[in-house]
């Protein structure tokens, strides 16, 4: 196991358990204000080009089309969903796959099989040979999947600076931009 992995796990379980009861408030508030299901799994590109089931609290309303974030439209957020967004709430059910080494703590976002321009840029740079993550560099330097060249350079350059402390600094720095 490596170091990445064994911090990714305990850190993992250590988030699942304490935000446990902030995940059963924000689904309880979901279910209460719009209908279908409070968690949804979407297929999402992970390390080299698997598919996989990542997991979120819904923030969008239950018959809004599989698209990138940036391309669905304002209008099927929830209410619910506008604040778990803002605070980074729905991303809690993340933390089961990468208990499930589906993902890590930190990595490039991963993206939905439809962004075949960000996928071919990925695997051109070696960024898929990398867990996907819950959070990125890309992420707290504001870049989104609306640019796949710059979003798949910063994944790049992520994946060669790679570190301990730099898992660290980007962590503090998702949870600080909240």
């Not at 990714?8 to 299901?37: E, K, Q």
């Not at 898929?128 to 992420?139: D, E, F, S």
């Amino acid at each position: 196991m490596t170091a990445k992995r064994a911090f990714d796990l305990i850190i993992a379980a250590v988030m699942l358990a304490a935000t446990s009861p902030i995940m059963l408030v924000a689904m309880l508030a979901i279910r209460a204000t719009s209908p279908g299901p409070a968690i949804f799994s979407q297929i999402r590109v992970g390390r080299q080009g698997t598919l996989f089931a990542c997991r979120k609290l819904r923030t969008m309303h239950r018959d809004t089309p599989s698209l990138p974030t940036h391309e669905a439209p304002a209008s099927s957020v929830t209410a619910v969903g506008k604040v778990l967004r803002a605070t980074k709430i729905d991303e809690l059910p993340q933390l089961w796959n990468v208990l499930k080494g589906e993902m890590s703590l930190v990595g490039p976002r991963p993206c939905l099989p439809s962004q075949t321009e960000l996928i071919e840029r990925r695997r051109e740079l070696g960024v898929l040979a990398a867990l996907p993550g819950i959070t990125g560099l890309a992420q707290i330097k504001g870049i989104d999947m609306s640019d796949p060249k710059l979003c798949a350079e910063t994944d790049a350059a992520y994946i060669k600076a790679a570190s301990t402390s730099l898992d660290l600094k980007i962590l503090l720095g998702t949870l600080y931009r909240a």
